[in-house]
């Protein structure tokens, strides 16, 4: 019988190989080899006649938490012990990142007042970031009062919308977890706003009414003396009090005579109250008390800046982190804090434009029921005509855009230059975009040959073709009369130096708007 000779990288060896037929009868001896059957027909013909081979090799593919190294023994124990089970792939489980959020629908009104509620000037946040230093001055102050049980007074100070009265809000639970823990007697607590006081001489009254003293007979005696008479004399409580007083401007009379005998009332030798005064103006203390400075007792300041762009950007975020799904494009919360810290950096007046762009949307959506066959599309141009509902359908809006966004700033930063910007021919605002970009940390002016240049490559990169200088130049004029431009004098156009008249700010605000310009201003 013909043996099989054994090849490299043949997988069947000596040991393994199987056993094939005698040669048919009538071939005479010939010596001429038979064709080698496959392996997979031998081992099909075995399976028929019921015969399995013990000591044939399990191909290490089929076994599981095997190896091809591993020995023949081995395999065949595996095998007996534990059956085959179909390899299946595991199931592919996407990145957190990468799972989609719930989207909002803005046609849902409970959603729909869930985000207006969220950014509500009313509603408290979970915590009031960006203000973290300034809390910890206000609370180790507080806390240094309390130990040593000595009155102090702190002035807080910064312009509107800058998280004072908040982060006072946030102080107050400070001190009580602080003196829990600490196992000291908690201070009285008295937070009012002046604004809501009848006369400016009442805050005494309300002072006075968180020590229960007996009813005084003579009724000719004011809260202030008795105040004073309280802070003058030894007492037997030694409880501090802490009087948050907010819109303390509001005390400031002619004489200035309430603040400065509100203020002095920590200078009383027994003294137990710490006065934390909260205005909008920096520099009250110096105008309106400066013979507190001469009596060595003039406030200690810490001053509120306004909020940056990234600080407004961080605060809308985790006010709407409470919602399960985007509101805002993340383009449309850059733009509205970019305008909101340039002007002021109020982060009321924030909120509030983002509300208002919540409103452009629900507008829209409302337009677009009322009209429900606007067509969206040219029907002269032979395109066939799309209604608003199969529109929407294939667009549908899911989040507040920037075009949102722009419509809501421009209601509440409104200007005439803005205006007159806007309804400019596309050119001269190609001019004034070209202009921005020149002056950019750069200098101020140029001359109009550079400027040219500058508004010839936004043509060419925007593939708008330009105009020749003479008509360039004409418009620069116009622009000078409309008071964007300032063109001075020379005998060669080329040569006039040109600035801007106007913020560069209105400029980007104005076409920010027309992504063609976003996009040459980025």
Same mark, same amino acid.
């Given at each position: ?7 490299g990288g043949s997988p069947i060896s000596a040991a393994d190989a199987v056993a094939l037929p005698e040669p048919l009868a009538g071939s005479g001896g010939d010596s001429t080899p038979q064709k080698r059957k496959l392996r997979s027909d031998a081992l099909a013909a075995l399976r028929d006649d019921g015969a399995a081979d013990p000591a044939r090799r399990v ?124 196992g000291l007697q908690q201070p009285e607590v008295l937070a009012l706003n002046c604004t809501s006081l009848s006369s400016t001489s009442e805050i005494f009254g309300r002072i006075l009414s968180k020590y229960q003293l007996p009813k005084m007979t003579n009724d000719r005696t004011s809260a202030l003396q008795l105040l004073q008479k309280l802070y003058s004399e030894k007492q037997q409580s030694t409880k501090m009090m802490l009087i948050i007083a907010d819109e303390l401007d509001y005390l400031i009379t002619k004489d200035r005579a309430v603040l400065h005998d509100l203020f ?38 810490? *001053? /509120? &800046? ?5 600080? #407004?950007?961080?605060?809308? +975020?985790?006010?709407?982190?409470? $919602? ?87 209601? *509440? /930063? &409104? ?5 007159? #910007?806007?309804?400019?021919? +596309?050119?001269?605002?190609?001019? $004034? ?90």
């Amino acid at each position: 019988m013909p043996s099989i000779v054994k090849r490299g990288g043949s997988p069947i060896s000596a040991a393994d190989a199987v056993a094939l037929p005698e040669p048919l009868a009538g071939s005479g001896g010939d010596s001429t080899p038979q064709k080698r059957k496959l392996r997979s027909d031998a081992l099909a013909a075995l399976r028929d006649d019921g015969a399995a081979d013990p000591a044939r090799r399990v191909s290490p593919r089929r076994c599981l938490n095997q190896s091809p190294n591993t020995p023949p023994k081995r395999i065949e124990k595996v095998v007996a012990d534990k059956p085959m089970k179909p390899n299946r792939s595991p199931a592919k489980r996407l990145p957190d990142s990468l799972v989609a959020d719930s989207k909002w629908n803005p046609r849902d009104p409970q959603q729909m007042s869930a985000a207006k509620e969220a950014l509500h000037v009313s509603t408290l946040p979970p915590s009031v970031s960006c203000r973290e230093n300034e809390q910890k001055t206000i609370v180790d102050f507080c806390k240094g009062c309390i130990k040593q049980g000595k009155a102090g007074s702190l002035y807080i100070c910064g312009c509107p919308g800058t998280g004072k009265s908040l982060s006072m809000e946030k102080v107050k639970g400070l001190l009580w977890h602080w003196t829990q823990e600490a196992g000291l007697q908690q201070p009285e607590v008295l937070a009012l706003n002046c604004t809501s006081l009848s006369s400016t001489s009442e805050i005494f009254g309300r002072i006075l009414s968180k020590y229960q003293l007996p009813k005084m007979t003579n009724d000719r005696t004011s809260a202030l003396q008795l105040l004073q008479k309280l802070y003058s004399e030894k007492q037997q409580s030694t409880k501090m009090m802490l009087i948050i007083a907010d819109e303390l401007d509001y005390l400031i009379t002619k004489d200035r005579a309430v603040l400065h005998d509100l203020f002095m009332l920590t200078t009383f030798p027994f003294s137990k109250c710490i006065l934390v005064g909260v205005a909008n103006a920096i520099d009250l203390a110096d105008r309106f008390l400066p013979r507190l400075q001469s009596l060595n007792c003039k406030p200690t300041i810490v *001053t /509120f &800046r306004a909020y940056s762009p990234e600080q #407004i950007i961080r605060i809308l +975020q985790e006010r709407l982190k409470v $919602l399960p799904y985007p509101v805002f494009q993340p383009h449309a919360l850059e733009l509205c804090a970019r305008k909101v810290a340039a002007a002021s950096g109020d982060m009321r007046k924030a909120l509030c434009i983002c509300r208002g762009a919540i409103d452009m949307l629900e507008a829209e959506l409302q337009e677009s029921t009322r009209n429900p066959y606007l067509s969206m599309h040219n029907e002269d141009k032979g395109q066939q005509a799309v209604t608003v509902p199969e529109f929407t359908k294939l667009q549908e809006i899911v989040a507040v855009t920037i075009d949102h966004m722009v419509l809501a700033l421009s209601r *509440t /930063f &409104r200007s005439p230059v803005v205006d007159t #910007i806007q309804i400019l021919p +596309q050119h001269q605002q190609i001019i $004034l975009c070209s202009a921005v970009k020149l002056f950019r940390g750069r200098q101020k002016d140029t001359t109009v040959g550079e400027l040219y240049k500058s508004y010839l490559d936004v043509c060419k990169s925007t593939q708008i073709p330009a105009t020749g200088f003479l008509e360039f130049s004409s418009m620069c004029r116009v622009l000078n009369d409309q008071g964007l431009l300032k063109v001075g004098q020379s005998r060669e156009d080329k040569l006039r130096r040109i600035a801007l008249k106007v913020d560069e700010a209105d400029i980007t605000f104005a076409l920010q708007g027309v992504r063609f310009f976003r996009n040459c201003l980025q």
